[in-house]
C-alpha cells in the first residue's frame, strides 16, 4: 500500500511526453486515427473493387438470363399439300420451289383457324396481327422440318413456333403496352392476345435450346438469333490454337532454359518475347489482316486465320508462363539424369518435360482461355461479318470457312440498335463466361491434381 | 488430295519410318542392341523426324505462296489496266474466287464433269441464275473474260495442288529412303536426332523473334505507303480527324491521340489509388483468410474478357453517367464518353496494378518493417515512410504497364468511348481513341490504295511505338531497383 501512494501521487507531474502509454496523447490519437483512416482506405479500395465485379456479374445475368427463354406457341398446323407440293409426286427438288412465303401463310392460316377453335378474341385484332405475332423465322424452320420428312404433306402436327421478338420482349418486361403503342412492329391488341393465349396455354415461355445451336439471324428477327455459328468458330480457334501454341511455346521454353547459349542471340529473344506479351492485342489483328489475309491471301472471316493471330498472340504469354514450370523443376532432377549417362535432350524430355506438364498444362490452358475472350484483333481479320451458315466440319476444310466468335458475337449483337439484342448479347457473355469457367476449373484442378513442391 | 489427307498419309508413312529404321538397325546388328551406338528407338526416330519434317515444312510454303502465285497470274492475265490498279484487281479476284467456288458448288450439286464445266461460257447459259441456285449471289451478270479466268483460277489450283500433293510425297518418301539407307550398327543415330530435334527448338524460339519482324514490317510497309499518299506533317499536326469517302480527308493524329490519353488519364485515376489501396490492404493488413479470398477474386477481374467490360460500359456504366451526373450539370448527353470508357478502363486496371504492386510489396525485407516498428512507428506510417518508398520504382514500374494497357484497350473505347474525334476538355462529351478508328477503318471494305485504309496502318505504328516505349521503360525501372535489395 505504502508503494503505490507515491507513485499515483507523484503521475500527474510529469510532463506530458513522458506520460503513460495507455493514455493517449493528442499526437498518439492523431497518429491511430491515421491508422485507422489508413486501414479503411484499403478495405474501402477492395469494396470498390468487388462492388465493380458483383454489379458487373448482376447486370449481365439480369440481362441475359432471359435469352434462354423464349415466349413459345405450341398449335397445330395442317400441312396443306395444295401448297408445299402442287405436284403432288412428295418430290423434294419439287418442293424446294415452295419458298418460306408459302409456309408463312400455312401457320398464319393455322394459327388464325386455331386461335377461333378455341375461342380467344381480342376486340378489333385483323388477321393480319395475329399472322405477324408469329416470328419471321417460324416459316424457314417449319420447312426444313417438312423437307427432311415428306410424309408431313397432307398432315396435320403440332408445332412449337417463337413468337415475334416484341412479343417475347413483353413477356421479359421489356416491352410494355406505353411502349407498343409508339412502336409499329407491335400493337397493343397483340398483347392482349398474348396475354389470353397465354392463359389458355398456347404461349409459354420454354427453354430457347436454339440460342445455343441456331445461327446469327438478321436484324429483324432477334428471337431467332443464336450461337451456333459463333460456339462452333471459337471451338475451331481454340482447337487450332491449342495445337499451334503447346508444341510451340514448349519447344521454345525448353530451348530458352535448358540449350541457349548466353549470347545476344538469347537476348534478343528474350527481349522480345517480354515485350510482345504487352504489346495491345489490336496491333496483332493489324499483322494478322497485313500477313495472312492481304499477303498470303488466306480467306477473311476463318478460323484458321483467327486461330494463326491468336497463336501469335498468346506464345508469348505461354512461353513464360512454361518457363517458369521448366524452371520449377529441381537442378537435382537434372544432374541425377546427366550422372547416369543420360545426354541432355534425354534430361529434358525424360525427366523434366514429365515433371513441369502440369505447369505446362496449366499455364496453357490458362492463356487459351484469354485467348477465348480477344475480340478486337478477329474485329479486323473480318470476323464481324454476318455468317449464317455452319462452317463444314474440319475434314471438309471447315477451317477456311467463314465463322463467328463467341466475343465477336457479342459485340456485334451490342452494337444493333433492336434492344432485344442487348438481352442476346449479354447472353451469349454468360455462356462465353461459363466456357472461361470452365477452361479456368480445368486448370485450376490440374493444378492441385499434379502439383509437386520440391 | 486434301491437305488434311496428305498429311494423314506423311504422318503415316513417318509411323512406319519409325518401325522400319528400328528393326533395320537391329537387323544390322542380328538383333543384339548392345552393339548398336545408340537405343534402337533413336534409329526410328531418326527416319521419323526426316520423313516428316521437311515435307510438312514443304506443305506449309507451299499453301502459303500458291495463292499468291496463282493471284499473280489470273491477275496478269486480266489485262495491264487492270493489274496496275490495285483496287480493280483485288476487286476481280474477289470474283474471280466467288465464282470459281460457285463452280465448285455446282459442280457438287449437279454432278457435272469437268468437260462440261469447261464447255460453260458466260453468254451461252444464265450462268448468274445456276449459280444463285447453289447460294452463290452474284451482284451483277458474269463478264466473260472473269468467268474465263475463273475457270482457268479452278483448274491452277487444282493443278496446284496436285502437284503439292505429288511433291510432299516424293519428299517423304525421299527423306524415308535415304535416312533408312544411312542406318547400320555404327550410326550415330541419338546425335543426328538430338541435332535434329534442337534445330527444331531454335526454329521454334525463332517465332518469337518473327512475329516482331512481322509486325515491324507489316506496319512499316504500310506506314511508308501511307506517307506517300498522305503528307507526313499533316498526320502528326493537323488538328482534324475527318475520313471521307471521295479523297480530301483530314487525317489528323492529335485529336486522337488527345483521346486517348485522355481516357487512359481518367482509368489510371481510377486505377492507380484503388489497385494501390487494394494492394497495400492485401499484402498487409489483411488475416490469411481474407487474403486467400480477396487476392483470387480481385485477380478474376483480369481473367473477365474486355468485351464484356465493352457491354458493361455500354448499357450500365454510360446510361448511369449520363442521366444521373451529365444531364442534371448539363455536362452533355451522351452515353459514351471519356468518362464512361474511362471510368470502365479503371476498373479492368485495379487488379494488374494490384496484383503486381502485391507483389512488390511482399518482395521488400521484413526486416526493413522490423526497424520501422522498433523505432514506434504505427503500422501506416511503416507503409507510407518506409515499404511504399523502398517499393516505389516497382509500383511506377506496375503503373507503366497498366498505361499501357489503357492506352491499347479496344473493345471498351470502342463500345464505350464513342466515334467522334474531338479536342475537347468535358469528360462527358464522346471523344474517340487511336484504337477505335483502328477497327473502323480496317473493318468493312477496305481499299488498299487509299489513306483512309492506310492511315489505319500509321496509327497501329503510333500505337505500337508509345507502348513499346512504355513497356520498354517500365521494364527497365524494374529491373534497375529490383537488385536493390536481392
Redesign the interface.
Given at each position: 500500500m505504502t508503494d503505490i501512494s507515491p507513485t499515483s501521487a507523484e503521475a500527474p507531474k510529469r510532463p506530458q511526453a513522458h506520460g503513460s502509454l495507455l493514455t493517449a496523447t493528442p499526437l498518439m490519437k492523431r497518429?491511430?486515427a491515421?491508422?485507422t483512416?489508413?486501414?479503411a482506405?484499403?478495405?474501402?479500395?477492395?469494396v470498390?473493387?468487388?462492388l465493380?465485379?458483383a454489379?458487373?456479374l448482376f447486370?449481365?445475368i439480369r440481362?441475359g438470363h432471359s435469352a434462354f427463354y423464349q415466349a413459345t406457341m405450341t398449335f397445330p398446323v395442317t400441312i396443306d399439300a395444295a401448297v408445299v407440293d402442287k405436284t403432288g409426286t412428295r418430290d423434294v427438288a419439287e418442293m424446294t420451289k415452295v419458298t418460306t412465303i408459302g409456309y408463312a401463310r400455312i401457320l398464319g392460316e393455322s394459327l388464325v383457324k386455331h386461335l377461333a377453335d378455341e375461342g380467344l378474341v381480342v376486340e378489333g385484332m385483323t388477321d393480319k396481327e395475329i399472322t405477324d405475332m408469329i416470328s419471321k423465322d417460324a416459316p424457314a424452320r417449319l420447312r426444313d422440318r417438312v423437307l427432311a420428312d415428306t410424309s408431313l404433306v397432307g398432315q396435320t402436327v403440332t408445332v412449337d413456333v417463337f413468337t415475334g421478338g416484341r412479343v417475347d420482349g413483353y413477356f421479359k418486361g421489356r416491352v410494355t403496352r406505353e411502349i407498343a403503342e409508339r412502336d409499329s412492329n407491335v400493337t397493343v391488341t397483340q398483347l392482349d392476345m398474348a396475354d389470353l393465349m397465354e392463359e389458355a396455354g398456347i404461349l409459354s415461355s420454354q427453354f430457347n435450346w436454339s440460342f445455343i445451336t441456331a445461327p446469327d439471324a438478321s436484324d429483324l428477327r432477334p428471337e431467332a438469333a443464336g450461337l451456333g455459328v459463333a460456339l462452333l468458330g471459337t471451338l475451331y480457334m481454340m482447337l487450332l490454337t491449342f495445337i499451334f501454341t503447346l508444341?510451340?511455346?514448349v519447344?521454345?521454353s525448353?530451348?530458352?532454359e535448358e540449350?541457349?547459349p548466353k549470347n545476344r542471340l538469347t537476348d534478343?529473344?528474350e527481349v522480345?518475347?517480354?515485350?510482345?506479351a504487352?504489346?495491345?492485342?489490336?496491333?496483332?489483328?493489324?499483322?494478322g489482316?497485313?500477313?495472312f489475309i492481304?499477303?498470303?491471301?488466306?480467306p477473311s472471316s476463318a478460323p484458321l486465320v483467327g486461330a494463326l493471330v491468336l497463336t501469335?498472340m498468346t506464345?508469348?504469354t505461354i512461353?513464360i508462363a512454361t518457363r517458369a514450370a521448366i524452371r520449377a523443376v529441381p537442378p537435382s532432377i537434372r544432374d541425377a539424369a546427366l550422372g547416369v549417362g543420360a545426354?541432355?535432350?534425354q534430361t529434358v524430355v525424360h525427366h523434366v518435360l514429365p515433371l513441369a506438364a502440369p505447369g505446362i498444362l496449366t499455364g496453357t490452358i490458362l492463356g487459351l482461355?484469354?485467348a477465348?475472350?480477344?475480340?478486337?484483333p478477329l474485329?479486323?481479320i473480318?470476323m464481324?461479318a454476318f455468317v449464317t451458315n455452319y462452317p463444314a466440319s474440319?475434314?471438309d476444310?471447315g477451317f477456311l470457312d467463314p465463322a463467328s466468335a463467341l466475343?465477336?458475337q457479342?459485340?456485334s449483337w451490342?452494337?444493333r440498335s433492336d434492344p432485344a439484342f442487348?438481352e442476346r448479347?449479354?447472353g451469349a457473355?454468360i455462356v462465353?463466361?461459363i466456357f472461361?469457367f470452365f477452361m479456368?476449373a480445368l486448370a485450376i484442378v490440374l493444378r492441385r491434381r499434379f502439383e509437386r513442391r520440391w | 488430295m486434301?491437305?488434311?489427307i496428305l498429311s494423314l498419309i506423311v504422318l503415316a508413312l513417318a509411323v512406319v519410318g519409325f518401325f522400319v529404321g528400328r528393326s533395320r538397325a537391329l537387323k544390322s546388328v542380328q538383333g543384339d542392341s548392345r552393339r548398336l551406338h545408340s537405343l534402337p528407338g533413336y534409329y526410328g526416330q531418326t527416319v521419323f523426324l526426316f520423313t516428316a519434317v521437311p515435307a510438312f515444312a514443304l506443305m506449309a510454303l507451299w499453301l502459303?505462296v500458291q495463292?499468291?502465285v496463282i493471284?499473280g497470274r489470273i491477275v496478269g492475265q486480266l489485262g495491264p489496266q487492270i493489274a496496275e490498279d490495285a483496287t480493280a484487281s483485288k476487286l476481280a479476284m474477289e470474283d474471280v474466287a466467288r465464282i470459281a467456288s460457285g463452280l465448285d458448288a455446282l459442280q457438287a450439286r449437279t454432278g457435272m464433269t469437268n468437260d462440261e464445266l469447261r464447255d460453260l461460257s458466260a453468254d451461252g447459259s444464265d450462268i448468274r441464275g445456276r449459280l444463285a441456285e447453289v447460294g452463290i449471289a452474284l451482284g451483277s451478270e458474269v463478264d466473260p473474260l472473269i468467268f474465263e479466268m475463273a475457270k482457268s483460277f479452278r483448274i491452277m489450283q487444282a493443278n496446284g495442288a496436285m502437284i503439292m500433293s505429288v511433291l510432299v510425297l516424293v519428299l517423304a518418301v525421299a527423306g524415308f529412303v535415304l535416312a533408312l539407307r544411312r542406318i547400320h550398327g555404327e550410326f550415330r543415330a541419338?546425335n543426328v536426332s538430338?541435332t535434329f530435334?534442337?534445330w527444331?527448338?531454335?526454329?521454334?524460339?525463332?517465332?518469337?523473334?518473327l512475329?516482331?519482324v512481322?509486325?515491324v514490317m507489316?506496319?512499316l510497309?504500310?506506314t511508308i505507303r501511307f506517307f506517300g499518299i498522305y503528307p507526313i506533317s499533316e498526320f502528326f499536326f493537323n488538328l482534324t480527324w475527318n475520313p471521307q469517302f471521295r479523297g480530301g480527308s483530314d487525317l489528323g493524329l492529335i485529336p486522337l491521340l488527345w483521346g486517348t490519353l485522355y481516357i487512359s488519364f481518367v482509368a489510371m485515376v481510377v486505377a492507380v489509388?484503388?489497385?494501390?489501396?487494394?494492394a497495400?490492404?492485401?499484402a498487409?493488413?489483411a488475416p490469411p483468410k481474407v487474403r486467400s479470398v480477396?487476392k483470387p477474386?480481385?485477380e478474376?477481374?483480369a481473367?473477365?474478357?474486355?468485351?464484356?467490360?465493352?457491354?458493361?460500359a455500354?448499357?450500365?456504366v454510360g446510361p448511369f453517367l449520363r442521366d444521373y451526373i451529365a444531364m442534371p450539370l448539363g455536362l452533355g448527353n451522351s452515353g459514351s464518353s471519356v468518362m464512361t470508357a474511362g471510368l470502365v478502363i479503371g476498373?479492368l486496371n485495379?487488379?494488374f496494378i494490384?496484383s503486381l504492386t502485391d507483389d512488390i510489396i511482399n518482395a521488400v525485407p521484413q526486416s526493413m518493417r522490423d526497424g520501422s516498428y522498433g523505432l514506434g512507428a504505427?503500422?501506416?506510417?511503416t507503409?507510407?515512410k518506409v515499404v511504399l518508398p523502398a517499393a516505389l520504382p516497382g509500383i511506377v514500374g506496375a503503373i507503366l504497364?497498366a498505361a499501357?494497357?489503357a492506352?491499347?484497350?479496344?473493345?471498351i473505347v470502342?463500345?464505350g468511348a464513342g466515334a467522334a474525334a474531338k479536342l475537347g476538355l468535358n469528360p462527358f462529351e464522346a471523344m474517340t481513341t487511336i484504337?477505335v478508328k483502328?477497327?473502323s477503318q480496317?473493318?468493312g471494305d477496305l481499299a488498299?490504295d487509299s489513306p483512309e485504309t492506310l492511315v489505319?496502318?500509321a496509327l497501329?505504328m503510333t500505337?505500337?511505338v508509345i507502348?513499346?516505349c512504355l513497356?520498354?521503360f517500365a521494364?527497365w525501372i524494374v529491373r534497375k531497383y529490383r537488385e536493390q535489395y536481392e
Open positions: 497518429r491511430n491515421a491508422e483512416r489508413f486501414h482506405y484499403g478495405i474501402a479500395a477492395i470498390v473493387a468487388l465493380t465485379l454489379i458487373m447486370t449481365i440481362d508444341p510451340i511455346g519447344a521454345a525448353i530451348y530458352l540449350f541457349a534478343l529473344i522480345n518475347i517480354s515485350n510482345l504487352a504489346v495491345p492485342s489490336i496491333v496483332y489483328g493489324i499483322l489482316l497485313a500477313i492481304n499477303f498470303a491471301g488466306l501469335l506464345l508469348p512461353i545426354s541432355k535432350m482461355a484469354s477465348a475472350g480477344e475480340t478486337g474485329l479486323l473480318g464481324v474440319p475434314l476444310g466475343p465477336v457479342v459485340y451490342a452494337s442487348i448479347s449479354s457473355i462465353l463466361l472461361l479456368n | 486434301s491437305v488434311g502459303i495463292p499468291m493471284d541419338r538430338e530435334v534442337r527444331l527448338l531454335i526454329a521454334s524460339a525463332g517465332v518469337a523473334i512475329t516482331t512481322g509486325i507489316s506496319l510497309s504500310e489509388p484503388i489497385g494501390i489501396f487494394a497495400i490492404y492485401t498487409e493488413y480477396v477474386v480481385i478474376l477481374i481473367g473477365i474478357p474486355t468485351v464484356v467490360f465493352g457491354l458493361f455500354l448499357v450500365t476498373v485495379i487488379p494490384s504505427t503500422k501506416s506510417e507503409i507510407r504497364l499501357s494497357r492506352i491499347g484497350e479496344t473493345m470502342t463500345m484504337t483502328i477497327v480496317l473493318t488498299f489505319a496502318f497501329g500505337l505500337f507502348t513499346l513497356n520498354i521494364l
